[in-house]
């Protein structure tokens, strides 16, 4: 029972995201000098040695294909891909393909402006689009502040003059003694450790989570920051082991207010980026 409702939280924590560049910069403007990675991630085992995604790259090492698997509920069976389209050797479209949930299946189109920057972000369904999300920035090139279907700007990206999103501030209508028309401001805290992230070959596309069954519960503020989100302050934890070339081994993610019997592990295989 604990483990269905875990997967329902994951499962519907996906979903829910659907409704809601490439040098890092200080927020004094000044641009710090961004080391290029020198392994990919291959593959991803849960605590059982059981593989869970698999991640495919082009011939310079940009990912074309992540499938993901889940041993416990569908042993043998691939559950999802996710595809990746490029136009200006920039991702421009995300196909994620459900096969044990296809009325979940959609489309991530990614626009950019003349400088190369994410601009928006829009979601499609059977043809339709479901959600659109743009996306403004500080002189320094950082987002800013996220617009949703071109409502106001409701969320606002704070970095503390770090290269990691410290806080954010969302406007969100109604709740206690506040009119459905009145917006109160909510605060997320985040809190980092200081080794570099697993990198997945997709550049700064942040749009999706690519560690599998991961959950989306803080997908812009950890993939838009530079090193690993270790807690979602008086929420849900990450607990990080590192190989010797520290980056992440092994990731045990602790949700809040979710107990199971085996841990939620993560366990990286990386490849070496190799250059002719």
């Known amino acids: 029972m604990k483990k269905r409702i875990l997967l329902l939280y994951l499962f519907f924590g996906t979903i829910l995201s659907l409704t809601l560049s490439s040098c890092n910069s200080n927020d004094d403007g000044q641009a710090t000098v961004e080391e290029k990675p020198r392994?990919?991630?291959?593959?991803?085992?849960?605590?059982?040695?059981?593989?869970?995604?698999?991640?495919?790259?082009?011939?310079?090492?940009?990912?074309?294909?992540?499938?993901?698997?889940?041993?416990?509920?569908?042993?043998?069976?691939?559950?999802?891909?996710?595809?990746?389209?490029?136009?200006?050797?920039?991702?421009?479209?995300?196909?994620?393909?459900?096969?044990?949930?296809?009325?979940?299946?959609?489309?991530?189109?990614?626009?950019?402006?003349?400088?190369?920057?994410?601009?928006?972000?829009?979601?499609?369904?059977?043809?339709n689009r479901i959600n659109?999300?743009?996306?403004?920035?500080?002189?320094?090139?950082?987002?800013?502040?996220?617009?949703?279907l071109n409502d106001i700007e409701n969320y606002f990206m704070d970095y503390q003059n770090t290269d990691n999103i410290m806080q954010v501030k969302l406007l969100m209508k109604g709740g206690d003694e506040i009119a459905n028309t009145e917006y109160r401001e909510i605060y997320r805290n985040f809190v980092y450790d200081n080794h570099p992230k697993p990198y997945f070959g997709t550049a700064s596309v942040f749009q999706f989570e690519p560690m599998p069954g991961y959950g989306e519960e803080a997908l812009l503020e950890k993939n838009l920051s530079k090193n690993n989100l270790i807690e979602f302050v008086n929420g849900s934890k990450w607990i990080h082991t590192y190989n010797e070339n520290g980056y992440p081994e092994t990731i045990e993610?602790?949700?809040?207010?979710?107990?199971?019997?085996k841990p939620i592990m993560y366990r990286i295989i990386y490849r070496e980026i190799t250059t002719d």
Do not use: C
């Open 39 to 127: 392994f990919l991630v291959d593959k991803i085992y849960n605590y059982d040695h059981e593989l869970m995604a698999d991640y495919f790259y082009n011939s310079n090492n940009q990912l074309m294909k992540r499938s993901t698997y889940d041993p416990q509920n569908y042993p043998g069976q691939k559950i999802q891909d996710y595809e990746f389209e490029y136009e200006n050797n920039r991702i421009s479209l995300i196909k994620s393909i459900n096969y044990t949930h296809p009325q979940f299946s959609h489309d991530i189109k990614i626009i950019y402006d003349a400088q190369g920057r994410i601009t928006a972000d829009e979601t499609y369904q059977y043809g």
């Open 132 to 148: 659109r999300r743009d996306y403004k920035y500080y002189d320094n090139g950082k987002i800013m502040s996220i617009v949703f």
């Open 253 to 261: 993610v602790k949700w809040k207010d979710v107990e199971t019997e």
